[in-house]
């Protein structure tokens, strides 16, 4: 796949699913923008000095203006938008007795808000592009589709509902401007962190990182030219 000179801004680019995702998108060619809330998301980060790649650093995307401002800096940087992949977000467990609403609120603000700041920023700027269009891909979770999964993790469930909510009502409203929007929903994903946490889980049966990153890739490329409005399920075996 050839992404040369295809813009893409990739949201939790320097996480385990997100540099599967951008290792794909740098080795086809994409120009590639990543906002960081903390710099030390990048300690481990090995593309950081590859030099198709834009970082900025301590952009919240919880804050508007932030997002805007990022946006803008990484589009006079790697040039005009064609896809934004919003991947950054926040696991957090606890029954509803357990969660406060300032709990419930940071859920939210981690999930939802980032994810309705990053699109509105991506819409503006795509509709502003020379491609006529764009894509846009935002990550969902099992969850969000199957309420009773969340059992445990209530407001986890309900900011990922909001995601795939989000992903399916913009997918109708910006269709005309050749704009195509859709999300996955994972299960557990298969990353060191999910397996420190849960050392007697089966890992073989959840989805690799670079697994899910092949099906972004696609969502958010241009041979993706009729799919829209989609949660796509990517459940592996699990």
């Given at each position: 796949?050839?992404?040369a000179?295809?813009?893409?801004i990739i949201?939790g680019?320097?996480?385990?699913?997100?540099?599967a995702?951008t290792?794909?998108?740098l080795?086809?060619?994409?120009?590639?923008?990543?906002?960081?809330?903390?710099?030390?998301e990048?300690?481990?980060?090995?593309y950081?000095?590859?030099?198709?790649?834009?970082i900025?650093?301590?952009?919240?995307l919880a804050?508007?203006?932030?997002?805007?401002?990022?946006?803008?800096m990484a589009?006079?940087?790697?040039?005009?938008?064609?896809?934004?992949?919003h991947?950054?977000?926040?696991?957090?467990?606890?029954?509803?007795?357990?969660?406060?609403?300032?709990?419930?609120?940071?859920?939210l603000?981690?999930?939802?808000?980032?994810c309705?700041?990053?699109?509105?920023?991506a819409?503006?700027?795509?509709?502003?592009?020379?491609y006529g269009?764009?894509?846009?891909?935002?990550i969902?979770?099992?969850?969000?589709?199957?309420?009773?999964?969340?059992?445990?993790?209530?407001?986890?469930?309900?900011?990922?509902?909001?995601v795939?909510a989000?992903?399916?009502?913009?997918?109708?409203e910006?269709?005309?401007d050749?704009?195509?929007?859709?999300?996955?929903?994972?299960?557990?994903?298969?990353?060191?962190?999910?397996?420190?946490s849960?050392?007697?889980a089966?890992?073989?049966?959840?989805?690799?990182?670079?697994?899910?990153?092949?099906?972004?890739?696609?969502?958010?490329?241009?041979?993706?030219?009729?799919t829209?409005?989609?949660?796509?399920?990517?459940?592996?075996?699990?």
């Open positions: 796949m050839d992404l000179n295809r813009h893409f949201s680019g320097t996480g385990a699913l997100g540099s995702v290792g794909r998108l080795e086809a060619g994409a120009p590639c923008s990543i906002p960081c809330y903390d710099k030390s990048l300690e481990h980060f090995e950081k000095d590859h030099e198709n790649i834009y900025q650093t301590g952009v919240d804050d508007e203006k932030a997002t805007q401002n990022f946006y803008t589009t006079n940087q790697n040039g005009p938008l064609w896809a934004s992949i991947i950054a977000g926040g696991f957090g467990m606890g029954s509803i007795e357990d969660t406060p609403l300032a709990d419930f609120n940071k859920q603000q981690m999930n939802t808000v980032t309705y700041n990053a699109c509105r920023a819409v503006q700027w795509m509709r502003e592009s020379e269009g764009g894509r846009i891909v935002n969902a979770a099992r969850p969000a589709l199957e309420p009773r999964q969340g059992k445990g993790m209530t407001a986890y469930t309900v900011a990922k509902a909001g795939a989000l992903t399916e009502s913009l997918a109708a910006v269709v005309g050749g704009i195509l929007v859709n999300a996955i929903a994972p299960s557990v994903i298969d990353t060191p962190q999910n397996r420190e849960m050392p007697d089966n890992y073989e049966d959840w989805p690799k990182p670079g697994q899910l990153a092949r099906q972004i890739t696609y969502l958010s490329s241009p041979s993706n030219e009729v829209r409005g989609s949660v796509v399920t990517v459940y592996g075996k699990s």
